[in-house]
């Protein structure tokens, strides 16, 4: 090889290294950057969480370390070989030793550490009898969610949205009235699939108070990417407060919204909506008697605001086609603004 050949080599080579160590910098900060995402399954806000975050990364590290293994083996063999004859070289006397520990002895070390790990992540602990129990049910494309307490008089239904205590263990029971759907809060809890006619459970037992976004992670239709879920974990006190304000009826109609709950419970609302404490009783379609409480609508397409209230029920196939609100427009405009502000009033 003549000395010209092995100086633009030695160029090349060069260039390529500079250009994967600029890349590891890059490599680094969006890993750390997507730490706090809100999908993000580097999270420690629960003890599941936890375990599933030091999995992540000891998965993302042995690969690493493997990868840099097979990268220098790469790098010795071909550096080692670059000016061999190839005719002298006697296939059926040498490799027999590398392919022995490259094929079988390291693969099955690395494969053993990782189901050891796994296992270790997936295991269950002695823990207290859960405080609440929330039945979740998956809709096309909503979240319908009863909480069970263990006094039988405590049971109440919400909807996309569910509040636990800090610190106390809480069991989800998570089904589907519809097709496939996957239960997804990846800051708290691993994903876990709602199936036809059958039942699944989740525990979550968080570490930290907060807003956690989750999602569904089974496409499950056309509006499945507007299928979103929040778990706010609150302290023991607030969460006593919220289920307390849960449980009660809706408050009669201030004077201001009164023509609103007329409007909504003598018209097309009251056929799948309910709001207890009124003649509202509609079982198709989110328990609405404590609406004005959440952050979101439909499904957290929408943050509440009175103005996304209106636009959602004067036409809701605008914003989410394919969803089952149907078109409202039986409502002037005075009347839609009524409904909504009665909708928001409810408290």
């Not at 006397?93 to 079988?104: L, T, Y």
């Not at 969803?323 to 909504?340: D, E, I, N």
Request: charged fraction near 15%; charge should be positive; proline fraction near 6%.
């Amino acid at each position: 090889m003549s000395r010209i050949h092995r100086a633009d080599r030695a160029r090349h080579q060069g260039g390529a290294r500079r250009r994967v160590a600029a890349l590891v910098p890059a490599a680094v900060l969006l890993a750390v950057a997507g730490c706090d995402a809100p999908l993000s399954i580097f999270s420690r806000a629960s003890d599941s969480a936890r375990s599933v975050s030091y999995l992540a990364w000891f998965m993302i590290i042995l690969s690493a370390i493997v990868f840099i293994g097979v990268m220098l083996l790469y790098a010795f063999g071909v550096r080692r070989n670059r000016e061999r004859n190839p005719a002298d070289v006697d296939l059926s006397e040498r490799g027999v030793g590398w392919i022995v520990w490259g094929g079988a002895v390291m693969p099955g070390i690395v494969l053993l550490a990782v189901f050891v790990v796994g296992m270790a992540a997936m295991g269950r602990y002695p823990e207290p009898p859960p405080v609440v129990t929330i039945h979740v049910t998956g809709h096309q494309w909503w979240w319908d969610v009863e909480y069970e307490f263990p006094n039988v008089s405590q049971h109440f239904r919400t909807a996309n949205e569910i509040h636990i205590p800090l610190g106390r263990p809480a069991r989800l029971v998570l089904t589907t009235a519809d097709v496939i759907h996957s239960f997804w809060v990846p800051q708290l809890q691993g994903k876990l699939d709602l199936i036809p006619g059958d039942t699944n459970e989740l525990r979550i037992l968080p570490e930290r108070t907060g807003v956690f976004a989750g999602t569904c992670a089974e496409f499950c239709g056309q509006q499945h990417a507007h299928m979103g879920i929040r778990v706010i974990v609150d302290d023991t006190t607030t969460f006593k407060q919220w289920a307390a304000q849960q449980l009660a009826d809706a408050q009669p109609a201030a004077p201001a919204v009164a023509a609103g709950e007329q409007l909504f419970v003598g018209g097309p609302c009251a056929m799948c909506h309910t709001v207890r404490g009124t003649a509202a009783n509609g079982q198709v379609a989110p328990d609405l008697t404590h609406v004005g409480s959440r952050l979101t609508i439909a499904a957290g397409t929408l943050p509440n605001t009175l103005g996304n209230l209106e636009g959602w029920i004067a036409n809701a196939q605008a914003i989410k086609p394919g969803a089952k609100m149907p078109t409202l427009s039986a409502y002037t405009g005075p009347q839609l603004r009524a409904v909504a502000a009665y909708v928001a009033s409810l408290k």
